[in-house]
């Protein structure tokens, strides 16, 4: 397969965000969604969550850092096999 280059990935991450139902889309306030190229230190990892879980956010949640969701290019790209599924993965 042939790497999607880092810019159109992105692209791809940043269409699939704004595909997102309304109400999963709210939910997301707070939230910055990175890319990488790969997990550290070679941790089987497709993507990683870093942050306070909604449920557990109290009333001084409000000055908090944003919450960081990273994705890791290499691994997705693999797992899809190919550019096309890749783009699809949403839908499976």
Known sequence: ?????????????????D?????????MTNVAVTVEDEPPDGRPLLGLYQGIPWGKRGPYYAGALPDKITLY???LQRMCGDDQRLVDIDRY
């Open 19 to 27: 595909e997102l139902p309304d109400d999963i889309r709210k939910l």
């Open 73 to 75: 290019r290499g691994p």
């Open 1 to 17: 397969m042939d790497e999607i280059e880092e810019a159109a990935f992105e692209q791809l991450v940043s269409d699939a965000l």
